[in-house]
């Protein structure tokens, strides 16, 4: 497990406002759970995420992530990763982009975790 990447996971998890405790728990399974050079796609991806401004809405995200996902399983962990990064106010395509790419690129078990880490994340206490 590369620590540095956890690390970084976690810090941008916090920015986005995710809790603490979570969010350092969240960057261990995808440091440990993707290969190192998913790892730097990934942290490049986050970086070049944003937060939405205002209230954004459509379906244009949404239609992004299930285009091309012809497996039940990915399609229906993307979908609901995809509504977390929603929730923690990111831009639809970018929480679509998100979304696809973890759903594509970890196991379900970790993909399972993730979700729950992140639901546990985003309450407020």
Not at 46 to 75: M, N, P, W, Y
Request: overall charge neutral.
């Amino acid at each position: 497990m590369n620590d540095a990447h956890a690390s970084a996971f976690a810090n941008y998890l916090v920015l986005l406002g995710v809790q603490s405790e979570p969010a350092q728990k969240i960057g261990q399974i995808l440091a440990s759970g993707l290969w190192n050079y998913v790892q730097d796609q990934l942290l490049a991806l986050i970086a070049s995420c944003a937060k939405v401004q205002s209230s954004e809405s459509g379906t244009a995200g949404f239609d992004t992530l299930v285009a091309r996902i012809h497996s039940l399983t990915e399609r229906s962990h993307a979908t609901v990763l995809y509504h977390l990064w929603l929730k923690l106010g990111l831009k639809e395509l970018d929480a679509a982009r998100m979304a696809r790419f973890l759903a594509r690129n970890l196991s379900n078990n970790n993909c399972d975790a993730l979700k729950s880490l992140l639901l546990e994340g985003t309450m407020t206490p």
